[in-house]
């Protein structure tokens, strides 16, 4: 009780306190009522696309950027990621995995229909499945070959199990693939869609229903879009999104400048610069998941310069990335640490920065037992002159990148030959291992888990993607195990361990990832788009995004002066 009446007392005292400041505070103008910007539901959107389009079908569009854009925004899959590559459910409420590893059970939304109003079922999914699992030569082999060992059974209308044949982490990656409606195509073959009336008026289940295309001459120049009231993660705040197909990047920037379009669904980096100077144009720019890199022929008996580490780290350093992002891709690209993705969950960030350093490289050359001649040509312990032979895709880049590289590696004495070759005559020699170095770019697109066995992994040095040859059985083991281990924190432990060695072997030489900028009228509010995977990533939130047309009064107060 007594402890009540002092808790009362000080109730009192307080009151008190705060009345008298009230009786004897001035008095003041009325509170200014700050406005801020409020999203509201209404209003078009227009991008400006480079290419054109061709099927609206997830199934087909494999190879076509536009046709992927837009179906982004019709379609939906069972997963997507996050800016880490992590998943999250898009159309699967959740998921179950066995503690092996090797059957997941998928649920899905109860609340997910199609554009017609038929509510989407595990029937779809299966469909969808058996178009990947067929033999027709629309399938990417490598994903019809995963799909043919993976069984799939409905457990009920909104309920899958996936059994896998061994325990495969990476597997939740093969999850966001885009659902088509079994109820509209029935049992049609993946051959059979291809002219199928469909991809001219598709029926999906994402933020945004196919509404008509635009057409001048019998071609499409336009796609309009609108929004779906049930879709199941809300209904988009923009009522309708417009496309416009342009020739290039430069027309759909220029269509931004005579006020065509609100967007620019690509800037390319030589018209950066103009995109920069206009006001009112917001620029995006993410990581696009595409390694630069110079494999380097680490079994190559002819060039047994290779086979040293101290020979490969000198050439790392002697290597002006900076210059070359620089001249080449107006600085748009980012360095890279290694063979995992800055931003990944996976990434390990300990790692020191490779730095370009031709002093450095020369002293490590030096320590290994190399010389110079008075000429200044690098010279082996046996006495003969140091050259390499760099392969390179036949492109105006690549080239451009093959020049400066050969010019970084002359000022430490190494004689290079560029043999520039058209890209499948380039992969021929790759895949025979017939090269010293190559110049590549290695594609990491829609594929967020960071897995490098096919790239590094001893078994696949001879018949697979290990290009290089690199030979570490305890990097091995560690891809090995991480590749099968569902334990995320356990595998990035096993990522780190061979990020560390990959560093201190250098078996190929990182050099850097380029950078995707989209630009969007500031008007538009709420674009984020982080890093992606893929383009059309950009539209992963796009039914939270607004347009800025309206004010209301918020709560905040401020006394005027």
Not at 216 to 231: N, P, Q
Not at 455 to 463: G, L
């Amino acid at each position: 009780m007594r402890r009540f009446r002092w808790q009362l007392l000080i109730v009192l005292l307080t009151g008190l306190v705060v009345g008298l400041i009230l009786i004897f505070q001035p008095s003041t103008s009325s509170p200014v009522v700050e406005s801020t910007p409020n999203p509201i539901t209404g209003g078009s959107f227009t991008e400006a696309l480079v290419g054109d389009i061709m099927r609206l079908n997830p199934a087909l569009d494999r190879f076509n950027q536009p046709d992927r854009d837009v179906d982004r925004l019709i379609f939906s899959s069972l997963l997507k990621f996050d800016s880490r590559g992590l998943p999250v459910g898009d159309l699967a409420a959740g998921w179950v995995a066995s503690p092996e590893g090797t059957r997941y059970v998928v649920n899905l939304r109860e609340n997910a229909v199609w554009h017609d109003g038929t509510p989407l079922t595990s029937q779809d999914v299966l469909y969808t499945i058996s178009l990947m699992q067929s033999d027709s030569s629309l399938v990417a082999e490598d994903l019809r070959t995963f799909w043919q060992q993976v069984q799939v059974e409905a457990l009920s209308d909104l309920s899958l199990e996936f059994s896998l044949p061994s325990s495969f982490a990476p597997f939740l990656d093969y999850l966001t693939f885009q659902i088509l409606p079994s109820h509209l195509l029935g049992n049609l073959s993946l051959d059979e869609l291809v002219d199928h009336p469909f991809n001219l008026a598709p029926i999906g289940s994402g933020p945004y229903r196919f509404r008509e295309f635009q057409l001048e001459e019998g071609r499409i120049v336009g796609v309009s879009l609108a929004s779906f009231e049930y879709y199941y993660a809300g209904r988009p705040y923009i009522d309708e999104i417009n496309f416009k197909l342009y020739p290039d990047a430069r027309a759909a920037l220029e269509a931004y400048l005579s006020d065509e379009v609100d967007a620019v669904a690509r800037i390319d980096h030589a018209d950066l610069e103009t995109a920069l100077n206009q006001p009112g144009l917001d620029i995006h720019s993410s990581q696009l998941p595409r390694l630069t890199m110079v494999f380097l022929n680490t079994q190559n008996l002819t060039q047994p310069l290779l086979q040293s580490a101290d020979f490969r780290k000198a050439l790392m350093a002697a290597t002006n990335r900076q210059a070359i992002m620089d001249q080449v891709f107006s600085s748009q690209a980012v360095p890279a640490l290694g063979p995992i993705t800055p931003g990944n969950w996976a990434f390990y960030d300990g790692l020191e920065p490779y730095r370009y350093d031709v002093d450095l490289a020369r002293q490590l050359l030096a320590g290994a037992g190399y010389g110079w001649s008075e000429a200044g040509q690098l010279m082996t312990a046996e006495g003969a002159q140091a050259s390499l032979t760099l392969l390179v895709q036949d492109d105006e880049i690549h080239s451009q990148i093959a020049t400066i590289l050969a010019e970084n590696w002359a000022s430490i004495g190494i004689d290079v030959v560029l043999d520039v070759r058209p890209y499948a005559l380039l992969m021929t020699d790759l895949e025979s291992r017939n090269y010293q170095t190559a110049l590549v770019d290695i594609d990491l697109s829609n594929s967020p888990d960071p897995d490098p066995y096919p790239f590094w992994a001893e078994a696949q040095a001879e018949a697979g993607q290990n290009y290089s040859q690199w030979r570490n059985t305890t990097a091995s083991e560690y891809l090995e195990q991480a590749r099968i281990q569902p334990n995320t924190e356990l595998r990035v432990r096993l990522y780190r361990n061979f990020q560390i060695l990959f560093a201190e072997d250098l078996p190929s030489l990182p050099l850097f990832y380029t950078v995707y900028n989209y630009g969007v009228k500031s008007a538009i509010k709420n674009v984020s788009i982080g890093p992606i995977y893929d383009p059309a990533d950009r539209f992963n939130a796009v039914n939270t995004w607004y347009i800025l047309s309206d004010t209301a009064p918020s709560q905040a107060v401020t006394p005027s002066e």
